[in-house]
């Protein structure tokens, strides 16, 4: 049985502080979510942030929960499927603002989707550093334009951006220890 991983997405509140988790879960190699949950901190979120109108949309069952219990609730949720690495497009912002995850271990999507020896969609044209870095134009919706999603727009919501990250995951097809850890 391949290992299982997670991929998080958070989104903040004009405090900087965290408004909604989305969490996937994964397998290796097989990049394709097997369970999510989702989560809005009740107080975070009161306080609004630029992407509160994402915060609920259809379909979508959020849990409201009060920080603390939000947190528990986050680490008993990774702990049943047996987590031990989470995975994040641009990680050091999502690992900076959840410190109490700070026991698992931490990996970038973004240090292989941004780079031209790891991302074979990045066109040969395209403008790099010598480290082989994107200058630019290396968000998620930039990564999946280059995938062929031509229509795709970020919608700024936890849980379907974490999906979203994990599709990016699967386009690359990179084993889970490619990613660098933070």
Same mark, same amino acid.
């Given at each position: 049985m391949a290992e299982k991983f997670a991929v998080i997405?958070?989104?903040?509140?004009?405090?900087?502080?965290?408004?909604?988790?989305?969490?996937?879960?994964?397998?290796?190699?097989?990049?394709?979510a097997i369970d999510h949950k989702y989560i809005i901190f009740e107080e975070a979120a009161r306080v609004g942030g630029m992407y509160s109108y994402a915060l609920r949309v259809k379909g979508?069952?959020?849990e409201?929960?009060?920080?603390?219990?939000a947190i528990a609730a986050i680490k008993d949720y990774l702990n049943a499927h047996g987590i031990t690495q989470l995975f994040a497009y641009n990680?050091?912002?999502?690992?900076?603002?959840l410190p109490e995850l700070c026991n698992y271990k931490w990996h970038d999507i973004l240090k292989l989707a941004a780079y031209k020896q790891h991302n074979p969609a990045i066109p040969a044209n395209a403008q790099c550093c010598g480290t082989g870095? +994107?200058?630019? @134009?290396?968000?998620?919706?930039?990564? &999946?334009?280059?995938f062929g999603e031509d229509d795709?727009?970020?919608?700024?919501?936890?849980?379907?951006?974490?999906?979203?990250?994990?599709?990016?995951?699967?386009? +690359?097809?990179? @084993?889970?220890?490619?990613?660098?850890? &933070?």
């Open positions: 997405d958070t989104e903040t509140n004009w405090h900087n502080e965290v408004m909604s988790i989305g969490i996937v879960i994964a397998e290796d190699g097989q990049f394709e979508q069952n959020p409201l929960l009060k920080k603390r219990s990680a050091a912002f999502d690992s900076r603002c870095r +994107l200058k630019s @134009g290396y968000k998620v919706e930039d990564i &999946l334009c280059m795709y727009s970020e919608l700024h919501n936890a849980l379907t951006d974490a999906v979203d990250e994990l599709r990016i995951m699967n386009y +690359l097809q990179h @084993g889970i220890a490619k990613y660098p850890q &933070l």
